[in-house]
């Protein structure tokens, strides 16, 4: 029945959320008749300190451990499967309202669910290598931002928020209707085609296509590829909304699991009642919020995982393990950004080396935004003023060593170069700094002349302070003394990558100084690939750079060459899947709203014939 199918899935969904988390209170590994061990009057997991062979065991990671190897490895894999494979693609999903949006949003709770499962049971059957470890405690609670997330989607889905808006026909100057006239003959001669004398009413001809050049004209065209299919005959109503039906259809599918189900019912009873209000506009901001930032937080729970499966930053070396874990998790996502940039995904701030929409175009707040250098140099100033006084951190209280000094002296720099990238992009400067020549402008006689007009090069930012900063600290890493040669190795190589960013996006602007961009879609210089690769290849080794890691790659026999040929695999087929996620959102954002995707893929409409009587 599909009641019970209903509440069977959510009844699943929710027993696999919480049987984790009562495993965690239970018994662990102890029998009936054993006595757990006792830490603060409550029993605890046995760690590799209790009993007396304890001094003597080897293993202090959960890498070492030999014991239930089969359930850490499948938690692993589960975990990255749900973390990595499916959450980017719900994520998608929700940002262009999908109809698919919650089928892969349970299916990310469901593997979620079996990875908590399986390691909750491997923590009971193993000891306790790694006591008050911050994975657990922040895997929990993004576990449960990511279930707040879907249930606020599941509401979202009863609400109307997550209907796409209504494609509605622009009202029609007397120009503009003058002009369409002859579209509007021909559009009725497809609906009297069997009294129609046939002439310059074919079917599929370039006369039944709209121009570009006039939104009204392109919204015609749009409705008109629609009304053409022979199962759906419809008729041109000024500002009504032709596809209510498509799209309370679409409604259903999205909850196409509890259509016709009590919960269904009682949902679209209640939840319309009570989301309304500032409380549930509050709500919304804070699930938009979540929907961006879940993918930070999925990091941070993988990367936390790691450290706790390696054992490493244990006792005073959390300090250099959290300073390259912050930085070159910034780097990182610098270069997940960097590829984003590239695909096109920022094309309406102007980000992806394109035209910088106008107000008309776009949203306000999206015309109002910096550009993408202005926020580079930004990032570059803030991380300088900050970590200025954070640098002695490690040895608080001690005497300061050169190294301080040196690291105190890149802060600076970053502080500086951040400042003048700032400066560079601000267009008050810039006309400030324009005022000699500009003065000579005032009273002349040809003050008019197209040699006054901005150059072609001001309507794009090419600012090389932000590569010149990463390609400095690049080389001064490369150089950078360490304590051992693996270490020096390590930072040699992600030193490289940086200077190798650096110089790809040289090439980037030389590109572009060359032939300015002169369209609204993305550029996509293939230089980018490259500064893209390099920063996302070099923040992953800068955080495997740590003092920690080094000194386990030294105790297992594992050379810098072992860790540098992993992270650039793992960087190409991260790239390759992002590539992937975020081609799957432009199919799913077309699948949503076909109306406007109506003509075939990469042709434009193409202007009307002149008509004739």
Not at 451 to 465: A, G, I, Q, S, V
């Amino acid at each position: 029945m599909p009641t019970g199918r209903a509440f069977l899935i959510l009844a699943a969904a929710a027993l696999f959320e919480l049987l984790p988390l009562a495993l965690a209170h239970g018994e662990g590994s102890n029998g009936p008749d054993e006595k757990a061990p006792m830490r603060n009057g409550t029993p605890s997991r046995p760690t590799i300190a209790d009993g007396k062979e304890a001094a003597s065991v080897e293993p202090q990671s959960y890498f070492a451990l030999s014991d239930h190897v089969n359930r850490i490895y499948a938690h692993i894999f589960l975990m990255v499967l749900a973390w990595v494979v499916i959450l980017p693609v719900a994520i998608m999903f929700s940002i262009t309202k999908s109809r698919y949006t919650l089928l892969v949003q349970f299916l990310f709770l469901v593997v979620n669910s079996v990875g908590l499962f399986v390691g909750t049971v491997y923590n009971s059957q193993t000891p306790d290598l790694y006591p008050n470890n911050s994975h657990h405690k922040a895997g929990w609670a993004v576990t449960w931002i990511a279930c707040a997330w879907v249930l606020m989607s599941i509401v979202n889905s009863y609400t109307g928020v997550n209907k796409k808006p209504a494609l509605k026909r622009p009202s029609l100057s007397f120009r503009s209707l003058a002009q369409q006239q002859p579209f509007r003959d021909t559009a009725s001669h497809e609906y009297r085609w069997s009294r129609d004398s046939g002439q310059g009413t074919e079917r599929n001809t370039a006369s039944l296509i709209g121009s570009p050049r006039s939104m009204s004209q392109q919204s015609d065209t749009l409705h008109f590829s629609e009304m053409r299919s022979p199962f759906r005959r419809v008729e041109f109503q000024d500002n009504i909304d032709v596809h209510d039906a498509d799209e309370a259809n679409v409604d259903e599918e999205k909850r196409s699991f509890l259509r016709n189900t009590r919960v269904d019912k009682f949902l679209q009873l209640h939840v319309p009642r009570y989301a309304i209000g500032r409380t549930w506009l509050v709500l919304q901001g804070v699930y938009h919020a979540i929907e961006r930032l879940l993918l930070v937080l999925g990091f941070v729970g993988l990367t936390t995982g790691l450290v706790t499966y390696g054992g490493v930053f244990r006792g005073s070396d959390v300090f250099n393990g959290l300073a390259h874990f912050i930085k070159g998790g910034i780097f990182f996502w610098y270069g997940v950004l960097t590829l984003g940039r590239w695909m096109g995904c920022f094309a309406d701030f102007g980000w992806a080396w394109n035209i910088k929409p106008t107000r008309e175009m776009v949203d306000r707040w999206k015309a109002a935004l910096p550009s993408a250098e202005f926020i580079e140099s930004f990032v570059i100033f803030l991380y300088g003023i900050s970590n200025v006084w954070l640098e002695h951190l490690a040895a608080w209280g001690d005497a300061w060593a050169p190294q301080d000094l040196e690291h105190i002296s890149i802060t600076i720099m970053f502080f500086g170069g951040g400042l003048l990238g700032m400066l560079v992009e601000s267009g008050t400067v810039r006309d400030f700094l324009n005022t000699n020549i500009l003065s000579a402008q005032r009273g002349n006689a040809h003050e008019y002349d197209l040699e006054w007009d901005h150059p072609k090069t001001y309507r794009f930012p090419m600012n090389p302070l932000p590569g010149l900063i990463i390609m400095l600290l690049g080389i001064m890493m490369s150089s950078h003394h360490q304590e051992s040669m693996v270490s020096t190795m390590i930072h040699s190589q992600w030193g490289s990558l940086f200077v190798g960013f650096a110089l790809a996006r040289a090439v980037t602007y030389i590109i572009l100084f060359i032939s300015p961009p002169t369209s609204y879609l993305a550029s996509r210089p293939p230089s980018e690939l490259v500064s893209s690769f390099c920063l996302i290849a070099g923040g992953l080794l800068f955080m495997a750079s740590n003092r920690a890691t080094v000194t386990a790659l030294e105790q297992y026999n594992l050379d810098a060459m072992f860790i540098f040929t992993v992270t650039i695999g793992s960087s190409a087929l991260l790239m390759a899947w992002c590539t992937i996620v975020v081609a799957l959102k432009g199919w799913a954002y077309r699948k949503e709203n076909r109306p406007l995707f109506g003509y075939a893929r990469g042709q434009l409409p193409i202007p009307p014939e002149p008509h004739t009587p």
